[in-house]
């Protein structure tokens, strides 16, 4: 199984960036009832939850995102997506894909790079 992210860059504050992740190697009755969440860990600090989306497409947002960011996913592509907008400098840092199986197990992609600077 492997978790690919992309859709990072620099940009700068107030504008948009849509990330996206893929997860090959999954059978779909294994990804559709499991949950994915988008991480950031920003320099220096621990990786930290920024949303996450279960098999029934309930929601949850870190405060420091609510009402900025939405996630979403289309399970017939295996695909998990994290459109952010209106983005401030405290939002770079290296952004992970995570999938939770029905089992508990836990699989990371390899992160992407955003970078908000003028």
């Known amino acids: 199984v492997q978790l690919v992210e992309s859709g990072g860059g620099l940009v700068q504050p107030g504008g948009s960036l849509r990330l996206s992740c893929v997860v090959s190697?999954?059978?779909?009755?294994?990804?559709?009832?499991?949950?994915m969440a988008w991480y950031l860990q920003a320099p220096g600090k621990q990786r930290e939850l920024v949303a996450n989306?279960?098999?029934?497409?309930?929601?949850q947002y870190a405060d420091s995102v609510k009402g900025r960011f939405i996630i979403s996913r289309d399970n017939a592509k295996k695909r998990v997506y994290l459109q952010m907008n209106s983005l401030k400098p405290d939002d770079t840092g290296v952004y992970y894909c995570?999938?939770?199986?029905?089992?508990?197990?836990?699989?990371w992609g390899r992160g992407t790079q955003v970078t908000v600077s003028s």
């Open positions: 995570q999938n939770t199986d029905a089992y508990g197990l836990i699989r």
């Open positions: 190697g999954m059978i779909t009755s294994v990804f559709n009832p499991s949950t």
């Open positions: 989306i279960t098999r029934g497409a309930v929601t």
